[in-house]
């Protein structure tokens, strides 16, 4: 590679013009463990507590169902909010349901 190719490469990747003003602050990106630190305390504000031993969690919505298998709950009676986290899976009825037919056979 010579040196003439190399110069025009560095000027095909210049943003601005020769002399350009350089950005004075540098951008500061927000990380998703701050947000989970911030849930993490508002909960234990309103009293969470850890409910064990649930294996299956479904949540129906017209006809999809969200699924969470070994969720980790936590409940507030008082404040009338649970907190299910966990990986979620997105299923149809139909495929959560038992068929009719296949049931009733002996």
């Known amino acids: 590679m010579d040196r003439e190719k190399l110069m025009k490469m560095a000027t ?13 602050k540098k951008a500061i990106h927000k990380t998703n ?34 699924q969470f298998l070994n969720p980790k709950v936590q409940a507030s009676i008082a404040a009338n909010t649970w907190v299910v986290s966990g990986a979620p899976q997105t299923k149809k009825l139909q495929d959560i349901l038992p068929s009719g037919s296949q049931s009733l056979r002996p």
């Open 33 to 66: 463990t701050t947000d989970d630190k911030r849930l993490q305390s508002t909960l234990k504000r309103i009293g969470v507590n850890a409910i064990p031993a649930i294996e299956e969690v479904n949540i129906f919505k017209d006809d999809v169902v969200i």
């Open 12 to 24: 095909a990747v210049r943003t601005g013009g020769k002399g350009s003003v350089r950005r004075k």
